[in-house]
Nanobody, 123 residues
Framework: VQLQASGGGLVQAGGSLRLSCVASGRTFSRNAMAWFRQAPGKEREFVAAISASGGSTKYADSVKGRFTISRDSAAIPVYLQMNSLRPEDTAVYYC?????????????????WGQGTLVTVSS
């Protein structure tokens, strides 16, 4: 089972990017999914999560109103639409899956991780 994140890149402050997370080896239709990020010199932090059904989402306070997590028909891929990007959003973004349908913010409760995609926001 492998998750793969893509869509990162360099963007100016105020711009937008959409990240995608795809999986090989199995589907994740019964799994909650999430995005985390890790900036240089900082710990990995929660960004957003979506339930297996797609009906429930959670966001970090720092991205509420700017980022939107979504998924197609309760399966993969999972997207993270990022608008109004700020330099402090610069980080490697990781997608993750857990073996339960409900959303959580604790990274230790996720069982599968992608390799990460770099997002750089210039001022």
């Amino acid at each position: 089972v492998q998750l793969q994140a893509s869509g990162g890149g360099l963007v100016q402050a105020g711009g937008s990017l959409r990240l995608s997370c795809v999986a090989s080896g199995r589907t994740f239709s019964r799994n909650a999914m999430a995005w985390f990020r890790q900036a240089p010199g900082k710990e990995r932090e929660f960004v957003a999560a979506i339930s297996a059904s797609g009906g429930s989402t959670k966001y970090a306070d720092s991205v509420k109103g700017r980022f939107t997590i979504s998924r197609d028909s309760a399966a993969i891929p999972v997207y993270l639409q990022m608008n109004s990007l700020r330099p402090e959003d610069t980080a490697v973004y990781y997608c993750a899956a857990r073996d339960y349908p409900n959303t959580v913010v604790d990274a230790t409760l996720y069982d599968a991780w992608g390799q990460g995609t770099l997002v750089t926001v210039s001022s």
